[in-house]
């Protein structure tokens, strides 16, 4: 059975995504405020405007009450007092929004405009887009490495360790599996991890290997290869979609991780390196699996080749490499590039590989995405969930495995010379040993 409380939630929905077609209105018209934030003048359309520009951007939803407040004042001050036939009773969007703007009977088209900017301008204040975080004087952000937020249904997750480019620390992974547990059962539609700063996130803090405990490196090699198989499992099972917001330059787990991810929003600063071949390591976070799924054969671009291309003809890459390598043979060049030797992707080559939804202009990257997941958040959850859950069910176990047999295999690195080597070398370069 449909409750009254459901139907106002569809409501709500349906007017956040505009199905009557313009900004929401008022019942009463006195008491709404008038003249808040602007003295004597009266506003003028370029005002309107700008007020229902300014509604788009608000990222809390104001509520029906105060939408259909908008919606009236709007239609009054562009149309003037509401001349349609009363909508039937099973019309609730209509016969709500009918009622509103008859309500405000013969109010002068510009006395309802100056309301409109009114009420806006009051509104706005609370309604502002986060502003991306900004380092404090000192590098660091008060809040701790890792900071949690929610808000509008989404729960953030921000690396915030701009001094030492969003490194993830031990106590790092065990914060976030908290909060993705946490996020898992609040009311968030999305889940975002994002970095503070330059840098999106450089991966594994390399002193995280330093503290050998007394048992040997051994030991610590064997709690390292269960922390990282308990962190990737929760994003394997995490029941909700999971973005990334990659403000810049991503590395190693932060980038193979993504491949867990439904949306992936990068600016065109944003980078993706996974320098295991110079760590001496082995890939992680399912993604031995997920990249060269993702980056497979098919994806390749087309390239023209010899003399076809004067035939006018075209074959990709992969089809010619294949083609020299034996048939049947699947060769996931790409894949193996970045996994296997560490070349670094550019946010436009991520997302001609799939690794990326799509990339943005770095100076609107902040302003684009947030509106975007905005709107996302207003869709049905279930639906969402529903479709998410649909989507990822099938290959669930597989990566389960998949991730069991990475961590087997970084554990076994993690204690060779060529990792260890490697560790020391970044580490003494910068005075840490
Ligand atoms: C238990 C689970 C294990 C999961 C395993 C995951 C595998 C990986 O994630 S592999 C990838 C590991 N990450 C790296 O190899 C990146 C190492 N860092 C760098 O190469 C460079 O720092 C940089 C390219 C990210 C940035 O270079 P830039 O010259 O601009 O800045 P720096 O002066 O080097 O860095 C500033 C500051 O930050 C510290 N830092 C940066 N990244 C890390 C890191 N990953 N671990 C530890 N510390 C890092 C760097 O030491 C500097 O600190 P100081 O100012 O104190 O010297």
Redesign the pocket.
């Known amino acids: 059975m449909t409750t009254m409380a459901q139907v106002i939630c569809g409501l709500a929905r349906r007017w956040c995504f505009g199905a009557l077609g313009s900004p929401l209105q008022v019942p009463c018209l006195q008491a709404l405020p008038l003249h808040l934030g602007r003295t004597a003048t009266r506003a003028s359309q370029r005002d309107l405007e700008n007020a229902v520009h300014q509604v788009k951007l608000w990222k809390k939803d104001p509520g029906n009450e105060v939408k259909l407040k908008l919606y009236a004042l709007y239609k009054q001050a562009t149309e003037g007092p509401c001349n349609l036939p009363k909508p039937g009773m099973m019309d609730l969007v209509n016969k709500a929004k009918w009622d509103a703007w008859s309500a405000l009977g013969s109010l002068p088209k510009e006395t309802a405009r100056e309301n409109y900017v009114d009420l806006v301008s009051s509104l706005s204040a609370a309604s502002e887009p986060p502003s991306p975080a900004k380092p404090a004087a000192d590098g660091e952000q008060a809040g701790g490495d890792l900071v949690v937020t929610s808000e509008n249904h989404i729960t953030t997750i921000t690396f915030n360790r701009p001094?030492?480019?969003n490194?993830?620390t031990?106590q790092m992974?065990q914060d976030i599996m908290l909060a993705l547990q946490a996020a898992s059962k609040d009311d968030s539609v999305l889940t975002v991890l994002t970095g503070n700063g330059e840098?999106y996130c450089?991966?594994?803090?390399?002193?995280?290997f330093t503290d050998i405990p007394p048992e040997g490196p051994e030991e610590k090699a064997r709690t390292?290869a269960i922390?990282?198989r308990e962190?990737v499992d929760c994003f394997i099972d995490f029941p909700k979609p999971l973005v990334a917001v990659v403000n810049g330059?991503a590395?190693?787990?932060?980038v193979t991780l993504l491949g867990l991810f439904d949306l992936v929003y990068a600016s065109d600063r944003a980078t993706f390196h996974?320098?295991?071949g110079p760590?001496g390591?082995s890939p992680?976070g399912c993604s031995s699996y997920t990249f060269p799924k993702m980056m497979g054969p098919s994806k390749l671009s087309r390239t023209k080749v010899g003399s076809r291309a004067g035939e006018g003809g075209c074959q990709s890459q992969a089809t010619v490499s294949l083609q020299g390598r034996g048939l049947g043979q699947l060769v996931f060049l790409k894949a193996a590039e970045m996994l296997i030797f560490g070349r670094k992707l550019t946010a436009q080559e991520a997302c001609a590989q799939g690794l990326v939804t799509e990339v943005f202009p770095d100076s609107t990257f902040q302003k684009e995405v947030w509106t975007r997941l905005r709107a996302y958040t207003k869709l049905p959850p279930n639906a969402v969930r529903t479709s998410r859950e649909v989507m990822r069910s099938k290959g669930r176990e597989r990566l389960h495995a998949v991730n069991a047999e990475e961590c087997g295999a970084?554990q076994q690195r993690w204690l060779s010379e060529e990792c260890t080597s490697a560790v020391v070398r970044?580490l003494s370069r910068?005075?840490?040993l």
Do not use: M
Request: charged letters at 15%.
């Open positions: 001094a030492k480019k490194a993830i031990t992974y840098y450089s991966g594994n803090d390399l002193t995280n390292n922390l990282l962190f330059p590395v190693g787990i932060s996974t320098p295991f760590l390591l992680e970084l970044f910068r005075g840490k």
